[in-house]
T-cell receptor, first 114, second 112 residues
Framework: DAGVTQSPTHLIKTRGQQVTLRCSPI?????VSWYQQVLGQGPQFIFQ???????GRGNFPDRFSARQFPNYSSELNVNALLLGDSALYLC?????????????FGPGTRLTVL | GEDVEQSLFLSVREGDSSVINCTYT??????LYWYKQEPGAGLQLLTY?????DMKQDQRLTVLLNKKDKHLSLRIADTQTGDSAIYFC????????????FGTGTKLQVIP
């Protein structure tokens, strides 16, 4: 089975622009989470979606939004980009949202904001 | 503290054992994980341990958990050059969703 896939792999934007990142979970997984990993740090939780509903949100401004589609794929949107948004954005999927599941990560999208 | 803490760097010789340590924040955390990240890549789940366990062994990997001290360790036996990477520990707190808090990562360098 294919793992978690993300697109694009790399992206360069300028300050003030908007960006959309995409994620397809592992087949059969209904939950998708998004993380931001700034260079030299561990990933930080942004959102979790399950069955198209937001189930959790980290400490990120409203410029960050996401949605999940009926096929369980997901998009992360970031508006009014700042230099500090430059990071690796990771998507992870699980079968359910319950405690017993572990997350499987995609390769990430490297966003550079100039 | 509020952060999951790890030492930043570890250097070992090929064939030796590596021990990577982590202190997590919440004694009620239900799952504790170890992930591996190679340069330019995403995170690879190595192993995880339930909070009601003290130890878990999986081939060359041994995870030890001390709940009293909120201390987690990962031992890699017979370390190989392919084990060179950044290792993250992470905790999952109880609750209805998957918020996982990661440490800052330990860079493991294996010297041939």
């Amino acid at each position: 089975d294919a793992g978690v896939t993300q697109s694009p792999t790399h992206l360069i934007k300028t300050r003030g622009q908007q960006v959309t990142l995409r994620c397809s979970p592992i087949s059969g997984h209904k939950s998708v989470s998004w993380y931001q990993q700034v260079l030299g740090q561990g990933p930080q939780f942004i959102f979790q979606y399950y069955e198209k509903e937001e189930r959790g949100r980290g400490n990120f401004p409203d410029r960050f939004s996401a949605r999940q589609f009926p096929n369980y794929s997901s998009e992360l949107n970031v508006n009014a980009l700042l230099l500090g948004d430059s990071a690796l954005y990771l998507c992870a999927s699980t079968r359910r949202v319950a405690d017993t599941d572990t997350q499987y990560f995609g390769p990430g999208t490297r966003l550079t904001v100039l | 503290g509020e952060d999951v803490e790890q030492s930043l760097f570890l250097s070992v010789r090929e064939g030796d054992s590596s021990v990577i340590n982590c202190t997590y924040t919440d004694s009620s955390s239900t799952y504790l994980y170890w992930y591996k990240q190679e340069p330019g890549a995403g995170l690879q789940l190595l192993t995880y341990i339930f909070s009601n366990m003290d130890m878990k062994q999986d081939q060359r990997l041994t995870v030890l958990l001390n709940k009293k001290d909120k201390h987690l360790s990962l031992r890699i036996a017979d370390t190989q050059t392919g084990d060179s990477a950044i290792y993250f520990c992470a905790e999952r707190k109880p609750g209805g969703y998957q918020k996982v808090t990661f440490g800052t990562g330990t860079k493991l360098q294996v010297i041939p």
